[in-house]
């Protein structure tokens, strides 16, 4: 069988050397310029720098491409001229438009940012840093125009601050794609954080993951889509913030579900909480006084010492008072609904409330000192009587401050109504009304009026074989039930 023919070479033998010389010297040539271009466009980011940015700006290397539109800089550092540093990043890689060599402005079609440290500052004045580091063209007066075309952010913290509102928001574990125009503001990004922390006067908040995607018209931030995650609590916002550093402007939506150890970070007397309350709320306004409307739905937990198996209220927030205009509760084994304000900062509180087969004891439980409550529940328990509060229907006023039994005053109008075991000596069914002023003191209930009255059923405290009659102490209110004689 023929061996196939050799490959034919388009080049005499002789001519290989020098193609190969040529490719060496060509390759060299390259490599001279490629070094001579760092060194030059180096010093020209520099210059450029110094030209379109006021301050100082640091460049530690920088590596080119042959055709000029594209350059990595590392250790890049840009401090304003009053020493606050504005922008610092482990390495930015630019593609750039020669436009920006003719004096037109910066125009950069992609800006990639690694290891970014910024600092967005607004003075006292009302006036941004940022836009003031970027000194006005001497031609037109104006500020120099910066187009960023394709903003790519991997890792990095954000911080921006309002020194005349002292309010401040900081972003940690940045990634951004984002698009920006200066010095006219616009922006639009699809931001994911891996942390933030809101600074206000009073305070500031820690939130987790957070995912946002949003633009810019004129000045206010347009939010299209923004989820904060908290660790097993996931809240979604859409709207719009008009003054993002003062956090003022607002007008948004938000809902989600809250969970129950996310509620402690807000108030520790929310402990015990089990499951997810639903939010939905619009807020308008400022963070410092914001005004909000909205509903929360909760199911099984334990509220301010209460035990609820489930919880519905319609809200509006307003003058740092949290007004409920509708609230239902299950609770005390029946039903609760009313309406009533708390005032955040004391705590202070006013509800008025109806409630429907309540039973009688839970809600004794919560309201009487525990010794006061285990006499009674005692004195119930009585052979001779056996008998039990089942269901309690009336209203209930409550005042206070703090949440708290000591701190708690109010009245009731209550029918209590009673069964009692039929083979006992005072056999019968019934109610009574309990009309009572009250007012809790350090624990203790304070009767300031107390009116019992009953058409059917004549209630007697004691034991048919003692004479002495049973005597409550109630601090400032004492109470005698006589052994024969009806209320």
């Not at 980011?45 to 539109?69: E, F, H, K, M």
Request: net charge positive; glycine share 10%.
């Amino acid at each position: 069988m023929p061996a196939p023919p050799a490959s034919v070479s388009r080049f005499p033998a002789k001519l290989r050397p020098r193609r190969l010389a040529v490719l060496l010297v060509f390759v060299g040539l390259l490599l001279l310029t490629g070094r001579w271009l760092d060194a030059r466009i180096e010093r020209r980011a520099q210059s450029l720098g110094r030209t379109w940015l006021q301050g100082r700006v640091d460049v530690a290397s920088v590596s080119s491409y042959l055709l000029l539109t594209r350059f990595t800089v590392r250790g890049f550092s840009w401090t304003a001229p009053d020493g606050t540093r504005i922008l610092a990043a482990r390495r930015v890689a630019v593609n750039y438009s020669l436009l920006s060599l003719l004096g037109r402005g910066i125009v950069l079609d992609r800006l990639e940012l690694e290891g970014v440290d910024a600092d967005l500052v607004r003075a006292a004045d009302g006036t941004w840093g940022i836009v003031h580091a970027i000194p006005a063209l001497a031609r037109t007066g104006a500020p120099a125009r910066i187009f960023v075309n394709h903003i790519m952010i991997k890792g990095g913290r954000i911080r921006v601050e309002d020194q005349r509102a002292g309010t401040g928001l900081t972003l940690e574990g940045v990634s951004a794609d984002s698009m920006l125009r200066l010095p006219r503001l616009r922006f639009a990004t699809r931001t994911e954080v891996s942390g933030a922390t809101i600074r206000r006067p009073s305070g500031t908040q820690q939130l987790g993951p957070l995912r946002v995607a949003a633009h810019m018209e004129r000045e206010a931030l347009m939010i299209d889509h923004a989820e904060v995650l908290v660790h097993g609590s996931r809240v979604r916002v859409d709207g719009r913030v008009d003054d993002v550093p003062a956090l003022s402007g607002l007008d948004l939506r938000v809902r989600g579900e809250v969970k129950a150890e996310d509620l402690h970070g807000i108030d520790p007397m929310l402990h015990r909480f089990e499951g997810k309350a639903r939010v939905s709320a619009r807020v308008r306004g400022t963070a410092l006084d914001p005004r909000a409307e909205g509903s929360v739905r909760a199911g099984a937990g334990e509220i301010y010492g209460v035990a609820i198996n489930d919880l519905a209220a319609r809200f509006t927030l307003a003058r740092s008072q949290v007004r409920v205009a509708k609230l239902d509760v299950l609770a005390f084994g029946g039903k609760l609904d009313g309406h009533g304000a708390v005032r955040p900062a004391s705590l202070g509180y006013t509800f008025d409330l109806r409630c429907r087969e309540v039973r009688g004891k839970r809600l004794l439980g919560y309201l009487l000192p525990r010794p006061l409550f285990d006499q009674l529940q005692n004195r119930l328990r009585d052979p001779a009587l056996e008998r039990e509060v089942d269901r309690l229907d009336g209203t209930i006023r409550l005042e206070g401050n703090g949440f708290a039994l000591s701190r708690m005053e109010g009245s009731a109008a209550l029918l209590f109504r009673t069964s009692v075991r039929p083979d006992a000596p005072l056999a019968t069914d019934g109610g009574f009304l309990l009309d009572a002023l009250i007012r809790m003191n350090r624990g203790d209930i304070l009767f300031k009026r107390l009116r019992l009255d009953s058409s059917e059923l004549r209630v007697r405290v004691g034991s048919a074989s003692q004479g002495e009659s049973l005597r409550y102490g109630l601090s400032a209110a004492q109470v005698d039930f006589p052994r024969k004689a009806p209320l």
